[in-house]
């Protein structure tokens, strides 16, 4: 027995130490070191179709494989849009209707099986006009759809006849997307939308080859074939994504120019340098939050958001990042998100519907301060309107009339809506999606609430039924949080126009005259001082009527180890591993002190 | 020729049971939980959208004709693709049913393994210092959460003292070895509290019959009357224990699927809760029920064949 399982344990213990793919460096053939980023996915990610990529973490992973005509410069800020695909920026004709893209010469798809031969062929504009057209058949359900619905010339009839149709015609010529030549894509749009430039540097407009969405059919989400820095293989929903260098990807470089003080911070050492930079992505997919924060400890991710209950141990008030966690090249991020959190009043509902005072009262009588050290850790920033910082119509420094905790201001503004002390005031409904956080966050706006005798009544529901809630105008309040999903003040000042009433984005049903005048005016506008003015302008009319109780842009800190370069934080961070580069020096140094 | 026949008549109550399963899950997901499109078009799907993918999803159908799709889908094993991510539901069974067992195979053979050879000694010590200690000790293990384990252990005996690997996993012999030695030792620990103790009673349950004092009068060892007859006779409640939890291997364990990103079918079910991915969720459900029935049946058989006194009728 002792000779059989002695060498048993001992072969054991050889497995384990020996059979570890090893998350250590390998040597290239040229001698250097193999540069691998590792990163980190808190969620599962569904695919690669940029018409299915909605969230964000299948945005990432798409824009890793495809790529669209346009980009986010990387370090510029406010954002800019750059060329990707595009050889330029596009011709505007002066009605703001034609938009002329002239694309990059001799970029190559990914081989592939699809392909003759195996071989990727070159990108053209027909590409651009399959991959628009995909994302309105009917048969593909893109949920991009939203993005272009009703603004490009002919494409909506397009798609409601390919609904008819017992199968979609991608050959039929449209006024709308026209491939002019090889090289040359021309859009016409229905009206001006000045927002639609955004469309293009977003996942769901990304060029995909027809032949790959005809030889996978529905497998296509599994099999991705792009023209982007980064290849994979068949995405088989495992755990981990690995992406090598793309070896033909065209000479793309890293920016020369960036944002005031980028320079300083290291951001343009590699300015000029052909990307990308790294050899290798790792994508981790990990679901529980202390998986992630072990592995990041030990050096085996690159970066993180940090955990909530780690946060007092990193953050130190008044101090900043923990000095154990300084000694060991860790550096912290500091990420304002381009979003707003609320809770909206029905605006159909008899009870807030012209109640103007009403709406101040609540809004003065929630604590904003100690809701955002109980569930933000502190940082997050309260809201003084609907437009977050870091977006053209946001006013910095701006205190809303309202959006202050005052409970006199709150009682007074109560009793002039006609409910002194609450009296008269039936009982408000407050919906939210159920979780343990959102409950307790629910019950906090009502504990705020009864201090100036105001019933409210938290109740969660599903995402589903909340949704079905708010398109049916069911709600007396709801909680809700909107992301930006473009860098323009118009994505958030649309939740107030009311045309889009419930079921469309403006779930609350605001509807004022007044504001849909300006709304429709800036909408068509171009970026200028003008637009930025109207749109503070409509910024601060939403912080005087109250449509929602507004809440907080929320911040969130992550870490980023030493070794990792030109690092910046971006909302629009898809597509963006191409700039990062590994200092393996550093890596090699800074591993033993962890 | 009787347990072909017994068997036979076994798996032909499997049709109500299926549809009675089938009923379930199709009110569950169809009736009760509400419309999913919201949660798969994205929060800026138009109503007009919501439509079409209704339709597609075949949402709008009536409710018979969708009971009848799945009744349809129980019998065949054709469950379709994935919302979520389209693969085929058949292709996702396949892929990450290996991981799962990978897992949860070596833990339940070891786990049997100990806790059979620790009852048998605390048995055989019954009433003594050995036994009363093992058996506050197997309580002492099960008042402990299963999370607990796994946060310490993945924490201290990986990230800390670097035993272990924190997380993650390789395809293929031996890769995934290294990833699977914490998991299986901590299912280990968390498996030996409660079959240490049901052993100990079925063991228990047998040393005080008459056929023991028997063997002990006709003076035979300790050993043997543990080994070759208590042990035997104990055999019956023991292979329904054991048989019973095999579909639960394949299914896997959620939370240390999730804790140590075992690309596993445990983790296919959060992922498919969590997005609404109700193909998946259904196909799974029916699958359980059948395995579930499945190895109830070969329970019963493997009764007859280790007890010859039971009679399959």
Redesign the interface.
Known sequence: MKKFFMPLVLS?FM???S???SDSAKVKADGSLEKVLNIVVG??V??F?PNQA??RYSGNEVARIYEGLLQFHYLKRPYELVPNLAESMPEVSSDGLTYTFKIKKGVMFHDNACFPNGKGRELTAEDFVYSIKRMAD??E?S?G???I?GKIKGLNAWKEKS?KADKTDYSEKLEGIQAIDKYTLKFVLSKPFPQFLYSLAMPFTYAVPKEAVQKYG?????NPVGTGPFITGKY?????IVYTKNPNYRDEFYPTQGAPGDKERGLLKDAGKKIPLVDKLVV?????E??RW??F??G?LDSMSIPTEEFANVMIPGKGLSDSFKKQGIVERKVVGLDVTYNAFNHEHELFKNNKKLRQAMSSAFDRDSYNKKFYQGVSLAAQSVVPPNIAGHIMNFKGPYQNFNVEQAKKLLSEAGFPDGNGLPEITLHYTYSTKSRQMAEVFQQNMSKIGIKIKPTGV????L??LV?TKQTMMFSMA?GA?YPDAENFLQLLYSKNSA???NGSNYSNPEFDKMFEKAAIMSDSPERTALYEKMYKFAAEEVPWVIGFHRVTYGLIHGWVENSKSIEFDHGMAKYKNINMAKKADLLKKL | MQIFQYSLRRLLYLIPVMLGVSFLVFFLFNVVAGDPTPLLLGKNASAAQVAELREQLGLNKSFLAQYLDIVKSAFTFDFGRSWATQQQISDIISQRAWPSLTLTLPAFLISSILSILISLVVSFYRGKGLDISIRVLCIALMSISSLVYIIIGQKFLAAEWELFEISGYEEGFPYFVPYIILPVIIWVVLSLGPDIRFFRTVILDEVYQDYVRTARAKGLSEKVIFLRHVLRNAMVPMITYFVIQLPFLIMGSLLLENYFDIPGLGSEVVRAANSNDFPVLKAFSILFSVAYIVFNLITDILYAVVDPRIKLQ
Request: charged share 35%; net charge positive; proline share 5%.
């Open positions: 054991m497995i384990t130490t059979c570890t793919k969620a599962k569904k695919g179709d909605s969230d009917p048969r359900q949920k759809w939203w993005l619905d609904g529905k497998e296509f989400i599994n088989t929903q495992a755990n981990k981790k997919i990990m679901t529980e202390q998986t072990l592995n400890k030990k085996k599903t995402w589903p039924e949704v079905k398109n909107w999903d079921p469309g984005a």
